[in-house]
C-alpha cells in the first residue's frame, strides 16, 4: 500500500546495486516508479518496467534499447536510446514533484546528473563520479535552479543528517567513516597476492564490482571526500577520515564547541535512500533496527595511506583542482576493468592511476567546463590504456 509522503521516482541505473534497492525501498513503501534506465540489461528492465509500471525506460546501449521496444510492445512504455535518450526521458519528466535517483556506475552519470538538474528535478545521487569529476559545475547549476541536491551515498547520507544539529558556519570537521576494505591491516607485501575474488569480498557491504574494488584500494574514500567538499562546502583539511571497521556509524559533524553527532545504522543503502525520498520528514523503517548491546563495541583507527597509497592521490587530485579529479576518476575506471579482467594486478590499479594523474596534472589542473573536463576524461583514458599495453 502507497505510504504518505513518498515522491514519484525515476531510477537510474536500475539493474544495480543501489538501483535494485532503491525499488525495493518502492516495493516497500508503495512509492510510484516514473521511469527506469540501465546499460544493457533488458531482461531485468522489462521485468521492473512491467512490476512498477513505468511510463519510460532508457537503455544507454543503443542494441539493448532497439531489443527492449520489442520486449514492450505489447505495454505504452515508451523507451529511449543511449546517453542522449536518457537525457531527453529526464528532460521529458520535467521537475515536477518528482526524485529522479541517479545510481548509475561512473563517469557516464555526469550528463544524466545534469540533465536531470536542468529539467528541474530534485536529484537524489549515489553516483559520486558525477560530483568527482565536475563538482563545481554540478554543485553550480543546482545553486542556480534551487535545487538541494540529497545524498544517497552511506556516508553523506550521515552527514546531511547530522548537518541538521548545527550551522554550517559552526562545522569544525567532518568525520568522514571508512570500513578499511577487505584488506585493512595488510603490509604492502600481502596486497601483492590479491586475486579478483578477494578483492570483491568487501567485510560489511554488498555493492556494484567497481565500488567494491574502489573500497578494497580506498579510491571510494578519496572520492567520498572530494564528494563531501563540494556537497558540503568544506575544505578538505576539515575532513578526517576514520577507519570504523563495524560500519555502523556512517560518519559524523564536529561542531565549533566539540560536540560530535553522529548518525548509526544497520549497514543497509535501503535507508540512504529512503532518507533521500522523504527528506526532510522521516518516515515507517525499511531497514532492520540497531542492536548497540549485540554489537559491544565500535573501533576507530587512521587509514594507513601508505600501503594503500590511493587516498592521498586523491587529496592531491582535489588540491590540483579543475580536472585533475576527472582524471583520477577516469584512469581508475579504466584500472579497475582492467583489474576486474585480470590483465592488471591489485597494486597496479594505484601504480597505474598515479602515473596518469602525475602525467595530466599540469594539463588539467586549469581545466574548468565541462566539455573541457569531458576532454580531460577521454585523454586520462587514452593514456590509462596506453600504460596498460605496456605493462602487458
Ligand atoms: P552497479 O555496478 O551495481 O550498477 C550500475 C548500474 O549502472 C547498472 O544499472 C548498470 O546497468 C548501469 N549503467 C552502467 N553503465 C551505464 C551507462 N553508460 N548509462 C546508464 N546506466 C549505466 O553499481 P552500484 O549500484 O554499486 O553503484 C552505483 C553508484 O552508486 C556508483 O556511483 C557508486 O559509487 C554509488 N554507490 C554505491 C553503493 C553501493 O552500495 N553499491 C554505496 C554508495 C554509493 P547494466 O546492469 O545494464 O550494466
Not at 531485468?44 to 512498477?52: C, D, G, L, P, T
Not at 536518457?86 to 563517469?107: F, H, P, T
Amino acid at each position: 500500500m502507497k505510504q504518505k509522503g513518498y515522491p514519484t521516482v525515476t531510477v537510474l541505473g536500475s539493474t544495480g546495486s543501489v538501483g535494485e534497492q532503491a525499488l525495493d525501498v518502492a516495493r516497500q513503501t508503495g512509492a510510484a516508479v516514473r521511469a527506469l534506465c540501465a546499460n544493457r540489461n533488458v531482461r531485468r528492465v522489462e521485468e521492473q518496467a512491467r512490476e512498477f509500471r513505468t511510463q519510460a525506460c532508457a537503455m544507454a546501449d543503443e542494441r539493448a534499447a532497439a531489443d527492449l521496444r520489442v520486449r514492450l510492445a505489447d505495454t505504452g512504455v515508451r523507451v529511449y536510446a543511449g546517453t542522449e535518450g536518457i537525457c531527453e526521458m529526464l528532460a521529458a519528466s520535467g521537475g515536477g514533484d518528482g526524485v529522479v535517483l541517479n545510481a548509475i556506475i561512473g563517469e557516464a552519470g555526469l550528463r544524466p546528473t545534469l540533465a536531470a538538474l536542468e529539467a528541474g528535478a530534485r536529484l537524489a545521487l549515489a553516483n559520486k563520479e558525477s560530483l568527482v569529476c565536475a563538482g563545481e559545475a554540478v554543485m553550480a547549476l543546482a545553486a542556480e535552479k534551487g535545487i538541494e541536491i540529497l545524498p544517497v551515498d552511506s556516508e553523506h547520507c550521515a552527514i546531511f543528517q547530522c548537518l541538521r544539529a548545527g550551522a554550517r558556519g559552526e562545522i569544525r570537521r567532518i568525520l568522514l567513516t571508512a570500513s578499511g576494505g577487505p584488506f585493512y591491516g595488510y603490509t604492502a607485501e600481502q596486497l601483492k597476492e590479491i586475486t579478483v575474488e578477494r578483492a570483491l569480498a568487501h567485510p560489511t557491504w554488498r555493492m556494484g564490482a567497481k565500488i567494491t574494488v574502489d573500497s578494497a584500494t580506498l579510491m571510494n574514500k578519496g572520492f567520498e571526500v572530494i564528494e563531501a567538499v563540494h556537497l558540503f562546502g568544506v575544505r578538505p583539511e576539515q575532513i578526517e577520515v576514520l577507519v570504523h571497521r563495524e560500519s555502523i556509524m556512517h560518519s559524523a559533524v564536529e561542531y565549533t564547541d566539540n560536540s560530535i553527532i553522529a548518525q548509526l545504522s544497520v549497514p543497509d543503502m535501503r535507508l540512504c535512500v529512503q532518507y533521500a525520498l522523504t527528506h526532510p520528514a522521516r518516515a515507517g523503517a525499511v531497514i532492520p533496527q540497531l542492536d548497540l548491546t549485540a554489537l559491544g563495541r565500535l573501533s576507530f583507527a587512521r587509514p594507513d595511506t601508505a600501503t594503500f597509497p590511493l587516498l592521498r592521490v586523491a587529496l592531491e587530485a582535489i588540491a590540483a583542482g579543475g580536472a585533475v579529479p576527472a582524471v583520477l576518476n577516469a584512469a581508475n575506471e579504466v584500472a579497475v576493468a582492467a583489474f576486474l579482467d585480470r590483465r592488471l594486478s591489485f597494486c597496479g590499479i594505484s601504480e597505474l592511476v598515479e602515473e596518469a594523474v602525475s602525467r595530466l596534472r599540469a594539463s588539467a589542473a586549469g581545466v574548468r567546463s565541462v566539455p573541457g573536463i569531458l576532454e580531460c576524461d577521454a585523454q586520462a583514458r587514452e593514456l590509462a590504456e596506453e600504460l596498460l599495453a605496456k605493462r602487458a
